[in-house]
T-cell receptor, first 115, second 115 residues
Framework: KAGVTQTPRYLIKTRGQQVTLSCSPISGHRSVSWYQQTPGQGLQFLFEYFSETQRNKGNFPGRFSGRQFSNSRSEMNVSTLELGDSALYLC??????????????FGQGTRLTVV | DQQVKQNSPSLSVQEGRISILNCDYTNSMFDYFLWYKKYPAEGPTFLISISSIKDKNEDGRFTVFLNKSAKHLSLHIVPSQPGDSAVYFCAASARVNSGYSTLTFGKGTMLLVSP
């Protein structure tokens, strides 16, 4: 069974640009959650999608958005990039909504560097 | 407001000895707790979990203890091995109408096990 796939693995963008990251969950998993990992803040929740609907959203500005497709694949978008957006972006998939009581499976992440 | 706290950024232990990683939480609604392990350039992988109805859960060399009155949990690794060297994240979730909430993570503790 293939794991969670995130593309691209590494990305370098300039301030002010926008970026789209992709996540393909484990086959059969309908929930996709996104997290941002930075050295000082640990893993911070961005949003969760289940059945193409955003179910939960973390405390991030509106520049961060996402969507989920009918095949459960998800994308997240960050517009008007800032230096502070440099981070590892992790995607986690789960068979059910609300991953808190299941062992969420994480992808390897996309390392975004904003210069 | 950090709802899940891992107050030790790092821990060094000798091979064969016990590693104890600690985690405190403030949200009394949390009732499910998980530990994740993360190697560099990889996504976090699930290690062990515990429900609030238990005070201990064991899986091989890994044991998690939960003290609800103190809002404290700990992960014990016995015996520690060099391959256990990684960052360990404590995570928590709360029961909500639709199931469980998303995961709230601590900032992580870097464990170094020396031969």
């Amino acid at each position: 069974k293939a794991g969670v796939t995130q593309t691209p693995r590494y990305l370098i963008k300039t301030r002010g640009q926008q970026v789209t990251l992709s996540c393909s969950p484990i086959s059969g998993h309908r929930s996709v959650s996104w997290y941002q990992q930075t050295p000082g803040q640990g893993l911070q929740f961005l949003f969760e999608y289940f059945s193409e609907t955003q179910r939960n959203k973390g405390n991030f500005p509106g520049r961060f958005s996402g969507r989920q497709f009918s095949n459960s694949r998800s994308e997240m978008n960050v517009s008007t990039l800032e230096l502070g957006d440099s981070a590892l972006y992790l995607c986690a998939s789960s068979p059910r909504q609300g991953i808190g009581n299941t062992e969420a499976f994480f992808g390897q992440g996309t390392r975004l560097t904003v210069v | 407001d950090q709802q899940v706290k891992q107050n030790s950024p790092s821990l060094s232990v000798q091979e064969g000895r016990i590693s104890i990683l600690n985690c405190d939480y403030t949200n009394s609604m949390f009732d499910y707790f998980l530990w994740y392990k993360k190697y560099p350039a990889e996504g976090p992988t699930f290690l062990i979990s515990i429900s609030s109805i238990k005070d201990k859960n064991e899986d091989g060399r890994f044991t998690v203890f939960l003290n609800k009155s103190a809002k404290h949990l700990s992960l014990h690794i016995v015996p520690s091995q060099p391959g256990d060297s990684a960052v360990y994240f404590c995570a928590a979730s709360a029961r909500v109408n639709s199931g469980y909430s998303t995961l709230t993570f601590g900032k992580g503790t870097m464990l170094l096990v020396s031969p």
